[in-house]
């Protein structure tokens, strides 16, 4: 096959550098991607922070896809242009919707005059589903989401931004452009900021520290974490699958742990105590994906448990450290 192209929009963030991780160890070559362009806002910023992922075969442009009248053209497209900093949400919840709306809407108007040769696949969050009942293990992608008022506001506001650009996007599909929805869940990676509101990001700090990692929850914490590059491997196979009919999976990890249990991972992984305070909140908190469509329609699978996930990240980290 032909040399292909894949465009990053708002790829400067986790995902983005997760995909050019992964394309600078030559891991997209299975789907004969040789060209990465990254659009975002900052995109330039890679270059200066990031060098080591910004080699031959990627170009950087910065842009805001959400009043932009110009992109590249791409074989495959990955829109994953929404912020993932909790405190942006919590900050100023109307602008951060505007926000993902915009990018949307803007894009899906670009793409039926530039990208109708293209395979999309839409970013997407398991947000959408609203809170998951504490009885229900796993959420599939038929489940009929909960009311947006139990969730707390600046999230409801996300998942109902994250809605409406689902449905925008989808409309490309009855346009005649091949598109997919990926409902992406909880990651663990080597570019996964250890500074904000992500726990697993949390505890590899203090693990690389050398500090306890600490569980604050005093309730049942369910959560579950994809490997990066499991990440990539699923959404351009999701691009593969894309088409008129823009086919919605679940992206993420079905081990689930409760926080206490993966805090005890990290620990052991670093030699460092784990401080899990006993449940004393009968409430139960679960955000976790069932992938059963993902498996049995793509044949998509996991290559690393949390355990193995956790000592790649932290490996590769330590080994850049000296």
Known sequence: ??????????????????????????QLAQWSIDRVVVVARGASTLRRD???????????????VARGEELPTADVVLHA??????????ADPDAERANILAAAENYARLAERLHRSSRIVFASSGAVYGPQPADLPEVAE????GEASELAADKATYAEAKRLSEARIAALGTAGIPTAIARCFA???????????????????????????????????YRSYMHADDLVRWLMTLADAADREAPVYNVGSDEALTMGEIAQVVARRFGVPADVPPVSDPAIDRYVPSIARARAELGLNLSFDLASAIDDVATRIEAERG
């Open 187 to 221: 990651f663990v990676g080597h570019h996964l900021p250890r500074d904000q509101h992500f726990a697993i990001g949390n505890f590899l700090a203090d693990g690389l520290a050398g500090r306890p990692i600490e569980v604050k929850a005093r309730k049942a914490v």
């Open 1 to 26: 096959m032909a040399g292909r192209s894949l465009l990053l929009i708002g790829g400067s963030g986790f995902f983005g550098k997760s995909f050019l991780d992964v394309f600078r160890r030559g």
């Open 142 to 145: 038929d489940f009929v989401p």
């Open 50 to 64: 990031h060098p080591a992922l910004v080699g031959t075969g990627v170009t950087l442009l910065d842009a805001d």
């Open 81 to 90: 242009a929404a912020s993932t900093d909790a405190r942006r949400y919590a």
